[in-house]
Each structure stands twice: as C-alpha cells, then as structure tokens.
DNA sequence: TCCTTAGTTCAAAAGTTATTGAACAATTGT
DNA sequence: ACAATTGTTCAATAACTTTTGAACTAAGGA
C-alpha cells in the first residue's frame, strides 16, 4: 500500500507556502529538518494536535509535495522532500527552516519528552 | 497619514508565509520584485480583482509586514520591504520571488498592457 | 465649488480550512 | 483468535478567509 504524492512538477509553490502558513505544520517541517534522514512517524507529533487533526495536516503536507510518506506496517514514515523542493524552489526550504528555528512562536514538538542528557 | 506596519521583529514567519500562500497576493508581490525599487501604486494590480478586493490583499501583505504602503495625496505607493524581511529571514524572500518568476500558474500583472516594443 | 480619481470601510455572502468525536481498518504481538 | 497499536475516514461544526457591492473619505483638478 502507497499514499499519493504529487509528482515534482505537480508541487505548486502557492500551496507550498500556504502549508507551510500553518504554525502546526511548519513545527511538523521544523522538527523533520532538525532530524532529516531518521523517518518519523506521526507519533512523534501527538504532542501538536489531537490524532486525527495530526492526520488532517500530515495529509496536507504530503499533498503539497512538502514531505513523502511510506506506509511500514502499521506506521507510516515521514520524511521531508528536499530533493524535490529543492529541484523546483531552489534555497526556499532552507531559508524556511532556517528562520523556523529561530521561531518561538511555534509549537515545539517533543516538549514533554523525557530529556536524554549528553 | 500614515498606515499601520509591524515593526521588523513584528514580523511572523508563518503569517509571511500564509499571506505569500495565496496566487493573487504572490503575484502581486513577484511584480513589486519585478519592479524593485519603483514604488508602484494599487491601481496597477487592478487586472488581478476588484479594487475592494485589492485593497484587502494589499492590506494583508502590509499587516504582515511584506508590503510597505506610503500614502502620497491620494494614491498608495507600494514597496517591499525587503531589508526588513531580508534580516528577519535571509534568503527567504529571494527564494520565493525566483521561484515566483517560473510559475506560469500565477495570474500576470499587467496583462492588458499595450506591449511595449524594445 | 463641483467633479473626478484613488482608495477604504462596512456588512453580508460565499467559500475554505481546521477541529472534533465516533467508527473503522490494518498490522503486530500474545 | 484476541487485543493492542497506529493511523484513517466520515460527518458535523467551528472558525476563518475571500469576495462582493454600496457607501464613504480625502485629495486634486476644472
């Protein structure tokens, strides 16, 4: 079983930035960055919104060509599409993760996580 | 009389982002970098919509600080506020006016123009 | 002064997006 | 087979955004 994803052409960047307009999502795209190449499950984002409203935005942001999803079991592995966002908007990414870093007015995800000390 | 502008650090990434998340207000935005440095008045964005409709999109970009409108006599002169938004997310604005230069899904300024031969 | 030009405001309507809860489906572990 | 885990779908509602038209303001000519 596969979820639809645009193909790269078909990223539209209006409906890029109007997903990324979303202080959920743009924590969701946040914390995806700040791990990038360890797929996430959508678990690791409960902390943001209720189950399904999770659902809701993880589905905007595959439809939007923002992230890709795969269906393992009973998970589904999010990870972002920078080849493919970066291929068609070059540096926007980026220059949005950057700045989202810096932003305190975004939900944090995993603010009630047990801290794992170095 | 001047008009209402959130200062720089007023200025949110995810509302930049929502307000640029819509075709008629990039658009309007693309022509502005189209233009940079001629401060343009509403009435050439009037192609896009109607004039009250205009008036709330570029009310939109000025409160989200994309946009800097200067009252002279009785028209609007509009700028982008590119110093402000360059500090406050570098990168972000050029990335999103490049990839608004290719995108043939946006509407065009300036459409019903007489052409102007070189 | 009166008319035009440039743009705003207001309230209503239309449309869209976000949020919720209950029910569902599929996989995995026992 | 059963229960738990992981996530989706559906319909309803709430909340917001966009669009409209009519009425308005303010400045600039004639």
Not at 65 to 88: K, N, P, Q
Request: net charge neutral; hydrophobic share 45%.
């Amino acid at each position: 079983m596969t979820l639809p994803h645009p193909t790269a052409d078909q990223i539209s960047l209006s409906n890029v930035l109007a997903v990324l307009g979303d202080p959920t999502r743009l924590a969701i795209v946040r914390y995806l960055a700040s791990k990038e190449g360890v797929p996430l499950n959508c678990s690791q984002f409960l902390d943001l919104c209720s189950k399904t409203n999770l659902s809701y935005h993880l589905a905007k942001l595959r439809e939007a060509g923002v992230t890709r999803t795969e269906v393992v079991g009973t998970s589904r592995l999010i990870t972002l599409r920078r080849d493919d966002l970066d291929a068609r908007f070059p540096g926007l990414l980026d220059s949005v993760i950057a700045a989202a870093v810096g932003d305190t007015a975004l939900p944090a995800v995993g603010a009630s996580e047990i801290e794992v000390r170095a």
